[in-house]
């Protein structure tokens, strides 16, 4: 359809790029959606929501597929026009997708917060309470990435009991409390945490999120004694996200992985590299299995 579309009716295909855009970020299509983008945006000269809308899903994918900084001209172009419109719900997206960019691909921590706050603040204007609720992820991202572990965990109780049964919010929270045990040192508690985020995560179908997850339970499996466990988890994440052709860098998270990781490593010695390798020749619906099962100690 978008081969045609893009052929016969450039306009269309813009409109179509903008509403696939969380399709393809969220399924792990960042190649193809970039590109399809990409293709879009340069074949149409139209304007106004249509082209704001594309500007933004192809800003995230973009950066989530590597190039943080073409993500972020690209996304910072959507904004821009979407305030030119002064469409603040569509503008208010725009920033939640920016301040995203910002903390995973850029590694922006002040930048992002003052993305999510602007967000923030709209959402309250408008009365948008899920809204709200998905801004106030976004600010919590932030809080555990600067390290303020006591108001994140404060913020993710809070986002626990807005949730409703809601699983990408419950995925959140669980996720930020799961950041917090780690980062103090409570590896037992971690894992359990990432273990109800990873169930959330699956609900979602959203495949990156649940990559994330199953790798905060090879840092908690590390932690409690499992290296194996830690390394196969590790493994298969690494080369599940080669397959997408992505790869992520958050300062606080590379830090985690690189004491809990790299201590399962020197735990294993000699046989890391081969632990390492059968992680990776795993299926990920596998790791899956493997993250959801009872630790062994």
């Given amino acids: 359809m978008l081969d045609w579309l893009a052929e016969s009716d450039s306009g269309r295909a813009l409109v179509l790029v903008g509403a696939l855009g969380w399709f393809w970020l969220s399924h792990g299509h960042l190649l193809e959606g970039r590109q399809r983008a990409a293709q879009a945006l340069a074949r149409s000269g139209g304007g106004g929501p249509t082209r704001a809308r594309a500007l933004t899903a192809a800003g995230a994918l973009t950066a989530r597929g590597g190039d943080a900084d073409a993500g972020r001209a690209l996304l910072s172009e959507g904004i821009d026009l979407w305030s030119d419109l002064g469409d603040r719900d569509e503008l208010a997206s725009a920033l939640d997708a920016f301040g995203w960019l910002l903390v995973y691909d850029a590694g922006d921590d002040a930048g992002s917060l003052d993305a999510f706050e602007r967000c923030l603040e709209l959402r309250r204007e408008l009365a948008d309470g899920p809204g709200e609720t998905r801004a106030l992820v976004g600010v919590c991202q932030v809080l555990v990435a600067l390290g303020d572990v006591e108001q994140a965990e404060s913020f993710s109780r809070d986002l626990l009991d807005r949730s409703d049964g809601d699983p990408r919010t419950e995925h959140f929270a669980f996720h930020y409390l799961a950041d917090r045990a780690l980062i103090r040192g409570d590896a037992e508690e971690a894992g359990n945490r990432y273990r109800e985020s990873l169930r959330a995560a699956l609900a979602l179908g959203d495949i990156l999120e649940t990559s994330f997850e199953v790798q905060g339970v090879a840092m ?13 988890l590790a493994g298969a994440v690494e080369a599940l996200w080669e397959s997408f052709g992505v790869t992520f860098g958050v300062r606080f998270w590379d830090a985690l992985l690189e004491t809990y990781i790299g201590g399962a490593r020197e735990a294993l ?27 062994e100690n």
């Fill in 220 to 232: 908690a499996a590390a932690g409690t004694g499992e290296p194996r466990r830690a390394l196969h």
């Fill in 269 to 295: 010695g000699a046989e890391a590299e081969a632990v390492w390798s059968e992680g990776r020749a795993m299926s990920f619906e596998d790791a899956v299995d493997l993250a959801l099962a009872p630790s």
